[in-house]
């Protein structure tokens, strides 16, 4: 009886095994990029999860995936990547210098996943929290030696014939002097060329209706550019009274809808791309925030997983660390994740504003707003004294980064009482994990460089990367 079991056992894994050797190609693939996602920034997000369920064994979608891996992030020419070159990696299989959009330093043009995807007839699709133009989604639909030059990068998104565009930044598609403000300085109108062509178009938050309840018809093609600049921050956008933008799972779900309208295989890239901006700005709460509304979107993959299990892929990646985020500081063993349950708005977008040089209003909206009603002496003290900072229109870099006095003293006293602490405004060379789930996950796992990531999921897809000569960096 014994015997029989192992060998039942034997032939189960024989089965399964072969089944791994043979591999089917993935039809459908959700390739989720959490812009500054690191393990911190996924274990401290899932802790504070626990907190407010009181479920200390509850785990985050993407912390459930079978297959992990680990990837390293450096770019042609530094350890330390940005989101452009990391983002090239990810996107094509090559190295480049920070700044540069799938292109190699010398200015060469290498292909996209993406581009590779349509050349096989495959549907494809883009959704982001950031503007569309910025350098996650554009390393996929552009090519430009400057992730700066956004009105050339919209110009390459319109005409890249890429089925689902939705995220922030119209103001780079609208024409001059239209109805929407615009920073383009040509006379095209981007919205336009695209609806000639034949995509259905939203541009600005008070479309967020009508996107959400268009239903695609067959081989539909949608452009949805939601706000002027970044969608808002999960956190604000939750906390918002009339904020109509949807979060991004609503925005995978429209997004299914319109790539299966094509009935072709699809590829689907989904950035999470403000966890990026809450940790340049030290902001523990963005941070968190942004990275459950990923995990939010992350489900709704699962969920398209489930009813298609034999033929869709998800595979979860960060680019790269932000803000050096260290869960535990000083001499302590503790992380206080209710410190920051109160905080109802972000660092960047909302605190910015808050200090207009009349100090009560300041004090009472960082009570109110940043969850520091019961604040000490000495951090109304430290509060009072970076206004001061600001009156005087200090700038230093190495003690503000890019923010206010005002914006930095709340970011740390809430980190200070979370007990996490931030090296950097910028980003930092440490490993990334990954996970996968579906059709040849098994393929990413390991410790891998992200370059290996495109070429693994090109391999698997059976798509043609380009094939160029790379001179070894020194
Ligand atoms: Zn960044």
Not at 101 to 124: H, N, Y
Not at 196 to 220: H, I, M, R
Not at 300 to 305: D, I, N, P, Q, R
Not at 393 to 403: E, I, Q, V
Request: net charge negative; charged share 20%; glycine share 8%.
């Amino acid at each position: 009886m014994k015997r029989l079991k192992i060998l039942l056992l034997a032939s189960l894994l024989l089965l399964l095994g072969a089944g791994q050797l043979l591999a089917a190609t993935p039809k459908y693939v959700f390739y989720f990029i959490g812009d500054g996602l690191g393990a911190s920034q996924r274990q401290v997000a899932e802790y504070y999860a626990q907190q407010v369920a009181a479920n200390p064994r509850l785990k985050l979608a993407m912390n459930q995936m079978p297959v992990v891996g680990i990837n390293t992030t450096y770019s042609s020419d530094t350890l330390v990547t940005d989101s452009a070159a990391a983002g090239t990696a990810l996107a094509t299989g090559y190295k480049t210098n920070n700044g540069i959009i799938s292109e190699l330093p010398d200015g060469r043009v290498v292909k996209s996943l993406m581009e590779a995807a349509r050349e096989q007839g495959w549907a494809t699709g883009i959704a982001t929290t950031t503007r569309l133009t910025h350098a996650t989604p554009a390393v996929f639909a552009a090519h430009n030696i400057s992730r700066d030059a956004e009105n050339e990068i919209a110009a390459d998104m319109a005409d890249s014939g890429v089925d689902y565009l939705v995220g922030g930044g119209f103001r780079h598609f609208v024409k001059q002097g239209g109805a929407f403000k615009s920073k383009r300085k040509d006379s095209r109108d981007l919205v336009m060329e695209m609806a000639d062509s034949g995509y259905q178009t939203f541009v600005g938050e008070q479309a967020a209706g009508s996107f959400l309840a268009y239903k695609p018809q067959a081989n539909a093609k949608v452009f949805a550019a939601l706000n002027y600049s970044h969608m808002p921050y999960e956190l604000d956008r939750i906390n918002a009274q009339d904020s109509q933008s949807p979060a991004l799972s609503a925005m995978v779900e429209k997004g299914i809808e319109v790539l299966q309208s094509h009935h072709q295989p699809f590829f689907f890239m989904v950035e999470a791309g403000r966890i990026d901006h809450a940790c340049h700005a030290n902001d523990i709460a963005g941070s968190i925030y942004d990275t459950l509304a990923l995990d939010d979107a992350v489900k709704v993959a699962l969920k398209f997983y489930q009813q298609y299990p034999e033929e869709t892929l998800i595979v979860l990646v960060g680019d790269h660390e932000t803000g050096g985020l260290g869960l535990g500081f000083a001499k302590n063993y503790f992380l206080k994740m209710t410190a920051v349950q109160a905080t109802k708005a972000s660092i960047e977008d909302v605190m910015d504003k808050v200090y207009t040089g009349d100090v009560d209003a300041y004090l009472r909206i960082v009570a109110e707003r940043f969850g520091l009603a019961d604040m000490t002496p000495v951090e109304k003290q430290r509060l009072i004294a970076a206004a001061k900072q600001q009156d005087t229109g200090a700038k230093d870099a190495a003690l503000y980064g890019s923010y206010s006095p005002t914006q930095v003293a709340v970011a740390h006293i809430l980190s200070e009482r979370a007990n996490v602490e931030w090296t950097t405004f910028a980003h930092t060379g440490t490993q990334i994990p990954m996970g996968a789930v579906g059709v040849g996950a098994m393929q990413f796992m390991g410790f891998k460089d992200n370059t290996e990531i495109a070429r693994t999921l090109a391999d698997l897809l059976h798509f043609q990367l380009s094939d160029v000569q790379v001179a070894m960096a020194q």
